[in-house]
């Protein structure tokens, strides 16, 4: 990372005066003793401040013009964000935030407010960033070839990006870039094998999504993801960011499993595995020999019913933390048990707990007085497996269902 940095007699003196504030415990704010400070009330003293930048009132001259996030004002500020009438302004070369709020952060968010700080002091706005090179065998997205990167390249987290990350306001892709990059580093500085982190620079669904206009930029995000696959073909764990346009989510693809992990923090929180998605894009058991992840049929099993109840060929199934599933077969299907006509479409839905599968759809039973009934449930109960299909039900042997048909 280029630009300035603190130098080691700065770094010893912050070090110095961050052990001495915290030697005696009995201590309270700015270095006064509880003792000294006794007309602090209790509510007072375990008070945290938010972290906040430096809001501005009466600024009838800003609010007027209805600016956009990132504009530049006559006086060299750039808007940052708006409540009610209240603005959130970055000026190049002043704090970022309050004291308050800077004493309230960790020692290396106020070590990089510093050297912020020091390497702002006397520039302008455009040339003021953190400059990161990254090794050629680093994986990430060259911009200038359009493909995985065969050479060292830059990038620059500039300060004003630096500032929405103080105040809370947005997460740019140069930090989680900057991020990227630094635990790849520590990766390999551990000897942590078998773990790859990909540049999320092309993971942006704004850029990557189904509209027509944007074919040419999901092919080429699609193309660097086929590399990456195939660079790190024999690592267990790749890992990058996916941006949904108002906020960032975690994917983790397990290669022996052939599962992909999605993690998302604002998915509805049910359950222990809230804000978690599985989704597994094999459905037949993965070659290593001492592979655990579970197929569509052994996920059955985890929920007590026999893998008979899916026929043979389930290509890709989606468990979601709520327990709704959804599972996709190559084309409708047709099976025989003991008399009765199972149809399948080749997508099926529904939702899953212990002992029951409720909200079915995609399943349909033929009977000799209808055509087709939709079957809607199935339980368990001891050697025994309910359909139900409306007010009409059947009861067959759980054995029945002990190995998974083949399609007619």
Request: aromatic fraction near 12%.
């Amino acid at each position: 990372m280029g630009c300035h940095k603190i130098d080691d007699k700065y770094k010893a003196e912050e070090q110095k005066a961050w052990d001495s504030k915290r030697r005696h415990k009995k201590r309270g704010r700015g270095g006064k003793t509880i003792k000294e400070s006794s007309t602090v009330t209790q509510d007072e003293i375990h008070h945290v401040p938010d972290i906040t930048g430096v809001w501005e009132d009466n600024r009838p001259d800003i609010l007027i013009k209805n600016p956009y996030q990132g504009q530049r004002f006559e006086d060299g500020s750039y808007f940052v964000a708006r409540e009610f009438d209240r603005v959130l302004l970055y000026y190049p070369g002043r704090p970022m935030v309050t004291e308050d709020s800077l004493r309230a952060m960790s020692r290396e968010m106020q070590e990089l407010h510093q050297f912020y700080m020091q390497a702002s002091a006397g520039s302008e706005q455009h040339a003021q960033q953190i400059n990161v090179r990254i090794p050629k065998d680093y994986a990430f997205f060259d911009q200038e070839t359009g493909n995985i990167q065969k050479r060292p390249i830059t990038f620059g987290v500039e300060y004003n990006e630096l500032f929405h990350l103080f105040n809370r306001q947005k997460l740019d892709i140069n930090l989680l870039r900057l991020w990227s990059t630094y635990q790849i580093r520590e990766l390999r500085r551990l000897e942590v094998k078998k773990v790859a982190i990909l540049d999320s620079a092309m993971f942006n669904y704004g850029d990557i999504g189904l509209e027509p206009e944007k074919d040419a930029s999901r092919t080429m995000a699609s193309k660097y993801l086929v590399a990456c696959l195939e660079k790190y073909a024999d690592d267990d764990f790749i890992l990058f960011f996916l941006n949904l346009e108002d906020h960032w989510v975690t994917l983790l693809i397990c290669l022996p499993w052939s599962v992909v992990y999605y993690f998302d923090s604002l998915l509805p929180k049910k359950g222990v595995r809230a804000g978690f998605v599985v989704v597994a894009s094999s459905a037949t058991p993965p070659t290593t020999s001492n592979s655990t992840a579970p197929t569509a049929y052994e996920m059955l099993g985890n929920y007590g019913f026999p893998p008979g109840i899916l026929p043979q060929g389930v290509q890709s199934y989606v468990l979601n933390a709520d327990g709704s599933f959804s599972v996709s077969l190559p084309s409708d299907c047709e099976i025989d048990v003991d008399g009765f006509k199972l149809r399948y479409k080749s997508s099926i839905h529904g939702n899953i707990k212990s002992m029951l599968i409720n909200g079915l759809g995609g399943v349909s039973v033929n009977l000799a007085i209808f055509q087709s009934l939709g079957i809607n449930g199935v339980e368990r109960s001891g050697d025994k497996l309910k359909f139900e299909a409306g007010v009409v039900s059947k009861s067959f042997a759980v054995d029945i269902f002990a190995v998974s048909p083949r399609c007619n």
